[in-house]
């Protein structure tokens, strides 16, 4: 089993339906699974909350940045699953209604999601399949960090 870790740096939490903070994708030859969350607020802290919502991806739009994924065996290829951060084309999502995993968190505080045995989330073993973390909601833009960590 190959693990691998995605990093976003200062994404901005604008209330979208259409624009990802970030996604993960996966390949036709295999199926992703994402068992490892963390998400917090790198600004100022203040009493103010952001909703987020990670949603099904089945385009992947046309990147304009991406973080390299780095193995967490340092004997482990390099990542099949790509991790996107910025788009000029933004990727198809889901409805932000219709998510596999939706959090609200106060910016003061950081967030965390760890997969239970056998409940990670998964991307189909399908072309340009992925996972997208939508901000649906907040009282006020504030930029966070995110890790996260799948395995191929």
Do not use: K
């Not at 103010?48 to 991806?57: I, P, S, T």
């Not at 209604?97 to 189909?124: C, H, K, M, Y």
């Amino acid at each position: 089993m190959r693990r691998y870790a995605g990093i976003r740096t200062a994404a901005t939490n604008t209330t979208s339906t259409t624009a990802p903070m970030w996604a993960v994708y996966g390949a036709a030859t295999f199926r992703l699974a994402l068992y490892d969350l963390l998400h917090g607020a790198d600004a100022t802290p203040a009493d103010n909350y952001g909703e987020f919502n990670l949603v099904r991806a089945t385009t992947l739009g046309t990147t304009s940045a991406t973080f390299t994924p780095q193995a967490l065996d340092p004997g482990d290829p390099a990542a099949l699953g790509s991790f996107v951060t910025t788009w000029s084309l933004q990727p198809t999502v889901g409805a932000a209604t219709t998510g596999v995993l939706q959090w609200t968190q106060n910016s003061r505080a950081a967030f965390r999601w760890v997969a239970v045995p056998d409940g990670e989330i998964i991307i189909a073993a399908t072309a340009a399949a992925g996972l997208a973390c939508m901000p649906v909601g907040s009282n006020t833009a504030t930029t966070y960090q995110t890790t996260i960590h799948w395995r191929e």
